[in-house]
C-alpha cells in the first residue's frame, strides 16, 4: 500500500512533466502527514494566486514598453536641441555632461516608473488580502476533509519551570545579539556603498579610456555579486544563530521553541535580504548634498548619486539580481546539488559497486532504501525561502512588476523540485499532524500589512510619479509634461565650487560653462537664499506625503472590505460542521438521558422520557473517529 | 423564585445609592437573558475601563491648566508691547483690531493644545484597543460561565428566497436614499453655518452696541442649540429611514435583518452627530480666503473665521455641548420622560384612582404589574447611544481631554438609569440568548481605527502643536518660542482691498493703518509675488503630513503590538475549555467502542479493547446540561 502510494507520487507529483496538474494533495498528506500536506498545498495556493498577478505584472511591463514612445520627460532628455549641462557626477577627475547621454537610462526607467505602476501597486496590495483570504478557506477545507477540526494542538507539559528572573539574562542576550546582527547587516551593506565608492573613484581617476568607458557596468555588477554572496553567506550564520538565540531562551514547549527560532530567523534574514534593497529604494542619491556642498564619507569620497532618473532602475537591476540568483544559488546548488553530493558521498562510503546496487534497489523495501537518502531537516527553510520570496513580490512591486513573473516560474520549479527531495532525495519524514501553518501565516499578514506602506512610500518618493502630476497640475504652463525636466533640474554657478572641487577639464564638452544644472529642487545662484531648499521643494513633498496618506488609508480600507466581504470558511463546509456539532450534542443527550433513566429504574420503574429529547427520533450520527492518520 | 430576583436586583441593582458596586450580571442574566445580560456587562466593563482614562484626561486638562503662564505663545498675544495691528474680521462693518485682545481666547485654547494632548491620543488609541481586548476575555469568561461556549446561532430558514436581480432595487434604493440622507445633513449643516454668517453679519451692521458686544456669544449659543435640536430630531427621522429601507431588502434571517438595521441607524446617526463636529475640526477657518481675495458664499457672505488660536476652542465647546446637551435631553426626556408619561396615560386609561391602585399593587404578583408597564423594544437604542459616545470618547479626544470624565460620569448614571427602566419601566423582555454583543463590536473595532487617522489629522491640522515645533527648529532664531506669534501672521498692505470691502472706520483704533496682519503663511506685499503661500506654508503643510503618517503608523505598530500581547482567551479559561474537549472526545470513543463491542459480541464472545482506550480509566466527564436557562 505504502509501495503504490510512493510510485504514484513519484509519477503523478515529482515530476517537471506534470507541472500543469494540481498536486494530489490527499496523497501527499497520506504519505508524509498533514504538516507537510499543508506545506505544499499553500505552495499550491500561492503559486496558482501569482498566475493573474504575474499576467498583470507583465500587462503593466507591456504598457511602460508601449508608451515609452509618447513619454515627454524621456523625449525631451533626448532631444538634442535641450541643450542641458550637467553638474560632473564627481570631483575632480569627472567633468561637465550632457543630460542628453542620459536618454537611455531615462527611457528605460519609463518602463518601470508609470502610471500603471500605482495601479499594480494597488492590485497587489489587495492580491496579498485575497490570498491569504484564499488560504484560510482552503486550510478550512482541508481541515474539514483531514477531519482536524476537532484537533487542537495538545499542550505539552513545560519541560522546565523558570521563573522571568531567571529568564531575563536570556531575553537581553538575544535582544542585544539580534541588534548587533542587524547593526552588522547594515555596516556590511554600508561597506559595500564604500567599495563601490571608492573603485569608482579609483577607475575614474585612472587615465585608461577603456577602463573608464567600462566603470559603471563594471562597478554595478561586481557590487551586486558581492551584495548577493555575503547574503547567502550571512543568511547560513544567522541561521546558526538564531538557533542558539532559541536555546539559551529555554522555551517551555517544542512549539514555542521552533515559533521562537522560526521568528528571530525570519527577522534577520529579512534585514539581510531587504536591507540593499532598501537602500537602493530609499536613501541612494538622496544624501548627496549639492554642488559646491557634497557629503563626503571616510574622508574624500562623495557619496554616490544615481544616474539621471536611475535610482529606480538600479533598484530593478537589484531586485532582478537577488530573485533571480538566490533563487538559482540556492535552489540549485543547495536544494539539488548539495543533497546529491551527500548522497554520493554516503554510497561512496558503503563502497559498492553499481551493478549490486541496481540489485538490492530492485529487492529492498522503500523504508530500507531511506537508509542511504539525507535526513528531514523540518520545513523552516523551505517555507523562509517562500516567504522572502513574497517579501520581494510584495514589498517593492511598485518599483519591478516583472517580480510574480519571476516568483511564478521559480514556484512551478520549485514545487516539484521540493516533490522530487521529499521523495527521492530525504528518508520519509516521521508523519506530523497540523491544524494550520502556524507563524508563517502571521508573518505573511504582517508582510502584506508593511507592504502597503513601502509601496506607498516608493511611489511617492522613489518614482518621479508625484513630481510630474505636480508639475503637471499646479507649474505647468499649459497643463503638459512639456517643460517638466527643465524644472526637476537646479541652477550651479561653477564660480561656487569648493576649491579644488572643480573640474580638471573643465573645456570637456568643447564651451567655457558658467552654469552647470543638478537634480534637485533648489533656489537658483541669483535668489536671496542661493542653494536653499525651494518653495517647489517643500510643495513637492507636501504632495508626496499627502499621496502616501491617502494610498495607505485607501488601500487599507478596501484589503478590510475585501477581508469583511468573503467568509473565512466556506459556506458548504461550515453548515457541515454545523451540522455534525447538532448530532455530537444529540449523542451526548442521549447519554445523559440513558444515565438518567438507568438511574430512575433503579429507584422505580415509572418509563419516564425527558421532553427535550421525547419527541426526536434518535440521531444517527455520521461515524468520524476522532484520530485516524491514514484514511483518505 | 423570580420575584426574589426581582426583588434582589431592585435594590442590588436598580437604585444610585450603589453605583460604586459591581453589577450583579448573574442575577441580571438570570432574569432577563443572556443578551440584555451580556449589554450590562458591556457597559460595565465601559464604564469601568473609563475611569483611568477620565483620570488620564483630568490630568492633562490640569497640566495645560498649570503651564498656561509659562506658555510663550500666549504671552506674547498678551503683551501689550506687542503692538499688532490685525485685519478686520468682515467687511465694511468690521474695522481693524488689536491682537492683544484674542489674550483671553489664547490662553484658554493653551488648556486643549499643548504637548500633553499628543501624548493623550497615543494613550487613548492604545486604551481603546485595550478595551476591545477586556472586553473580548471578558465576554469569553461569561460565555464560560453561562456555558455558551458550544452555543452556536442558530441558522434560521430562509423566510423568502430571492434572486440577485429582485434584490437589486431595493439595494439601489438604499444606497441612493443613505446618500441622499447624509447628503441632507451636510445642507442641513451648511445651512447652520450659513445661518451664523448671517446673523453675524447683521448683528455687526446694526449700531446698537449692546447688541455687538454680545455678537459672539450670542451667534456661538443660538448656533449650538441649533445644531443640537436639528440633530436630535434627525436621529429620530433616520431610524425610521433605516427601518423602512432594511423592510425593503427583505433580509434572509432576523439576525440579519437586525444586523443591516443597526448598520444603517449607526451611519445615519453617526454622520448626523459627527458633520458639525468634523466641520468645526478641519474645515472652519480654513476656506476664507485672505485678505483683498475673501471667499464669499451665496453672493456676498464671507466663510467664517476662527478667533485667534480660536478653532480648537470652539471645537471643545461644541464638543462639550453635544456631550453634555445630548445626553442630558436624550437621558432625561426620551429615557425618563417619556416612559413615565407613556405609564401615565396607560394608566388613566384604566382609570383607578390611587388607593385602589396601592391595594391591588401589593396583591399583584410581577407579570400582572407588567401589563401596566411600557413594552420591551430592543437594546439597539442603548447601544446606539454608547457607540456614539465611544465615538466621542476616541476620534475627538485630541480636541478635548475631558470627553472621557464626562462620558463617565454620563455611564455611571446611565447604568442605574438603564437598570431603573428595565426593572421598573419596561414589561420583563422575553429572554434571548446571545454568545456576544454581534455586530456592535465591529462597529466598535472600526471606529477604533478611525480614531487614529481622525486624531492624527486634529493634532496635526487643527491643533498648532507642528507649526510651534517647526518654528522652534527650523525658524527660531534662538531656538525658543519667542517670535512664534509674528512669524504666523502674514502682512497685508491695506491699499490692496477690494473697492467696497475696506473698513468704514479705518481710524477705529486711533490711528492710520498701512499693514495689517492676517493669520496665514503667505509672502508679504513686498515680495515678487505678493499674497501667494509662502515656502513656510509648504514646509509646515509637509511636517503636518509627515506627523500624520508617523503618528498614525506608530500607533496602528502598538495597537497591534497590545492585540497580540493580550491573549483573547483568559488562561484559565481556556485550559477549561480544552480539558472539557478531551472528556468530549473520550466519551464519544467510549460510545464508539462499546458499539463495536456490542457488534462484536454478536459475532463471537472475544473479549477483545481497542488499544486507544485500553489503557485509560473510564472519563468523569463533569455533567453540564448542553442548555439550561436559568442556572447560576
Given at each position: 500500500n505504502q509501495e503504490i502510494t510512493w510510485s504514484l507520487l513519484y509519477e503523478?507529483?515529482?515530476?517537471?512533466?506534470?507541472?500543469y496538474k494540481y498536486q494530489p494533495i490527499g496523497l501527499i498528506r497520506k504519505y508524509f502527514g498533514e504538516k507537510i500536506g499543508l506545506y505544499f498545498a499553500w505552495l499550491g495556493v500561492y503559486t496558482q494566486m501569482l498566475i493573474p498577478a504575474a499576467i498583470v505584472g507583465v500587462i503593466v511591463f507591456l504598457y511602460g514598453c508601449a508608451t515609452v514612445d509618447d513619454n515627454i520627460p524621456s523625449m525631451e532628455i533626448c532631444?538634442?536641441?535641450?541643450?542641458i549641462t550637467m553638474c560632473p557626477l564627481c570631483d575632480r577627475a569627472c567633468s561637465y555632461w550632457k543630460l542628453m547621454t542620459a536618454c537611455g537610462t531615462a527611457r528605460a526607467s519609463h518602463l518601470f516608473d508609470n502610471p500603471a505602476t500605482v495601479f499594480f501597486s494597488i492590485f497587489m496590495a489587495l492580491w496579498a488580502v485575497l490570498f491569504m483570504e484564499h488560504w484560510k478557506r482552503r486550510q478550512m477545507r482541508l481541515n474539514y476533509i483531514w477531519d482536524l477540526t476537532g484537533f487542537g494542538e495538545e499542550e505539552e507539559g513545560e519541560k522546565v519551570k523558570l521563573t522571568c528572573t531567571d529568564r531575563l539574562p536570556a531575553y537581553l542576550t538575544t535582544v542585544v545579539t539580534m541588534c548587533f546582527m542587524i547593526a552588522v547587516t547594515f555596516a556590511i551593506v554600508f561597506g559595500v556603498i564604500l567599495y563601490r565608492i571608492s573603485i569608482k573613484a579609483a577607475l575614474h581617476i585612472s587615465n585608461y579610456p577603456a577602463a573608464r568607458s567600462n566603470i559603471r557596468a563594471t562597478v554595478k555588477t561586481t557590487a551586486a555579486i558581492i551584495n548577493l554572496i555575503i547574503i547567502i553567506i550571512l543568511d547560513e550564520i544567522y541561521a546558526a544563530i538564531a538557533r542558539w538565540l532559541t536555546t539559551l531562551e529555554v522555551p517551555k514547549t517544542d512549539k514555542s521553541f521552533e515559533e521562537r527560532l522560526i521568528f528571530k530567523t525570519f527577522i534577520l534574514k529579512f534585514v539581510n535580504a531587504f536591507t540593499p534593497i532598501v537602500y537602493l529604494a530609499f536613501f541612494r542619491g538622496r544624501l548627496v548634498g549639492r554642488p559646491g556642498n557634497y557629503l563626503y564619507v571616510v574622508g574624500s569620497y562623495r557619496m554616490e548619486e544615481c544616474a539621471h532618473a536611475g535610482c529606480l532602475m538600479e533598484l530593478c537591476i537589484q531586485l532582478c539580481i537577488t530573485m533571480l540568483g538566490k533563487q538559482l544559488i540556492q535552489n540549485n546548488?543547495?536544494?539539488i546539488g548539495i543533497p546529491k553530493l551527500k548522497k554520493l558521498l554516503r554510497r561512496r562510503k558503503s563502497e559498492m559497486d553499481t551493478k549490486q546496487e541496481e540489485e538490492l534497489n530492485k529487492t529492498l523495501q522503500r523504508h530500507e532504501k531511506d537508509h542511504f537518502l539525507g535526513p528531514f531537516v523540518g520545513l523552516s527553510p523551505e517555507y523562509m525561502e517562500m516567504i522572502i520570496q513574497f517579501g520581494m513580490v510584495t514589498l517593492f512591486v511598485a518599483s519591478f512588476p516583472l517580480a510574480p513573473l519571476f516568483a511564478l516560474l521559480n514556484n512551478i520549479i520549485e514545487i516539484r523540485l521540493d516533490a522530487k527531495k521529499f521523495v527521492?532525495?530525504?528518508?520519509?519524514?516521521?508523519a506530523a499532524k497540523a491544524k494550520d501553518i502556524g507563524i508563517w501565516y502571521n508573518l505573511l499578514r504582517g508582510l502584506s500589512k508593511v507592504a502597503v506602506i513601502v509601496n506607498a512610500f516608493v511611489i511617492s518618493f522613489t518614482s518621479d510619479f508625484i513630481p510630474r502630476l505636480v508639475y503637471q497640475y499646479m507649474y505647468s504652463p499649459d497643463g503638459t509634461m512639456h517643460g517638466f525636466i527643465n524644472h526637476t533640474l537646479s541652477y550651479f554657478n561653477v564660480s561656487d565650487f569648493q576649491p579644488g572641487t572643480e573640474p580638471l577639464q573643465p573645456m570637456h564638452l568643447g564651451y567655457h560653462v558658467e552654469i552647470c544644472r543638478y537634480k534637485d529642487y533648489r533656489e537658483p545662484p541669483w535668489s536671496s537664499t542661493p542653494y536653499e531648499l525651494s518653495k517647489e521643494f517643500w510643495a513637492i513633498l507636501a504632495a508626496r506625503l499627502a499621496f502616501v496618506i491617502v494610498f495607505q488609508n485607501v488601500v487599507m480600507l478596501m484589503s478590510d472590505f475585501v477581508d469583511w466581504l468573503?467568509?473565512?470558511?466556506?459556506k458548504d463546509i461550515s453548515l457541515q460542521i454545523h451540522k455534525e456539532k447538532i448530532l455530537m450534542v444529540e449523542l451526548f443527550m442521549k447519554e445523559e438521558q440513558g444515565k438518567r433513566l438507568a438511574a430512575r429504574d433503579n429507584h422505580n420503574q415509572d418509563n419516564f422520557t425527558s421532553?427535550?429529547?421525547?419527541?426526536?427520533?434518535p440521531p444517527q450520527p455520521r461515524s468520524r473517529p476522532v484520530s485516524h492518520a491514514n484514511c483518505y
Open positions: 503523478e507529483w515529482a515530476s517537471y512533466s506534470v507541472f532631444d538634442p536641441r535641450n541643450n546548488l543547495f536544494e527521492m532525495e530525504l528518508r520519509r519524514p516521521i468573503i467568509p473565512d470558511i466556506p421532553p427535550s429529547s421525547a419527541d426526536q427520533s
